[in-house]
T-cell receptor
Framework: SQQGEEDPQALSIQEGENATMNCSYK?????LQWYRQNSGRGLVHLIL?????REKHSGRLRVTLDTSKKSSSLLITASRAADTASYFC????????????FGKGTKLSVIP | SQTIHQWPATLVQPVGSPLSLECTVE??????LYWYRQAAGRGLQLLFY??????ISSEVPQNLSASRPQDRQFILSSKKLLLSDSGFYLC??????????FGPGTRLTVT
């Protein structure tokens, strides 16, 4: 079953602008992760935020987590054409589960 | 450093033919291994995972099976492919159930 749902499904911005993607999930989690997928390629891990964290930064990426609203956001600042890709959130429900449940992704297009 | 390989990169197979996709990991030992399928424009669906040699867990009933004959080798198989088996197959690994590391994927088209 689908746990994470990204919003919007597609986003088109100009180079240099910020891009914000949102993820909502349904059940309690241990951690939430964001991945990037370039067209026709494997996924690349971007950042992991644990359930007891509220915000995390990595370079131009900023992730927030609101466990009360069961939602997360990924902000990419000063976007570049190379950021064009699909972005997925994935949740780990913990309790010994080995499963990451992925959303359908947000397709980001950064126009030079 | 760790590396994950998948082959073949692309595959076109007729309905009813067998399938074997291979995934190997280098540079680590006793990894957790995963097979996912991604339909066009969709998220990833977990098919199988393995925490050790010979230990396979299936997440969804399907026409596929998986095996782990060696510590760092994970194989996805089918005896008879269906049209619905078409998709992008991704292998992934991790050690401690946090971030996963993905291979480059295999694009399977069943005709």
């Amino acid at each position: 079953s689908q746990q994470g749902e990204e919003d919007p499904q597609a986003l088109s911005i100009q180079e240099g602008e910020n891009a914000t993607m949102n993820c909502s999930y349904k059940t309690s989690i241990n951690n939430l992760q964001w991945y990037r997928q370039n067209s026709g390629r494997g996924l690349v891990h971007l950042i992991l935020i644990r359930s007891n964290e509220r915000e995390k930064h990595s370079g131009r990426l900023r992730v927030t987590l609101d466990t009360s609203k069961k939602s997360s956001s990924l902000l990419i600042t000063a976007s570049r054409a190379a950021d064009t890709a699909s972005y997925f959130c994935a949740t780990d429900s913990g309790a010994g589960s080995y499963q990451l449940t992925f959303g359908k992704g947000t397709k980001l297009s950064v126009i030079p | 450093s760790q590396t994950i390989h998948q082959w073949p990169a692309t595959l076109v197979q007729p309905v009813g033919s067998p399938l074997s996709l291979e995934c190997t990991v280098e540079g680590t030992s006793n990894p957790n291994l995963y097979w996912y399928r991604q339909a066009a424009g969709r998220g990833l669906q977990l098919l199988f995972y393995s925490v050790g040699i010979g230990q396979i867990s299936s997440e969804v009933p399907q026409n596929l099976s998986a095996s782990r004959p060696q510590d760092r080798q994970f194989i996805l198989s089918s005896k008879k492919l269906l049209l619905s088996d078409s998709g992008f197959y991704l292998c992934a690994w991790n050690r401690f159930f946090d971030e996963q590391y993905f291979g480059p994927g295999t694009r399977l088209t069943v005709t």
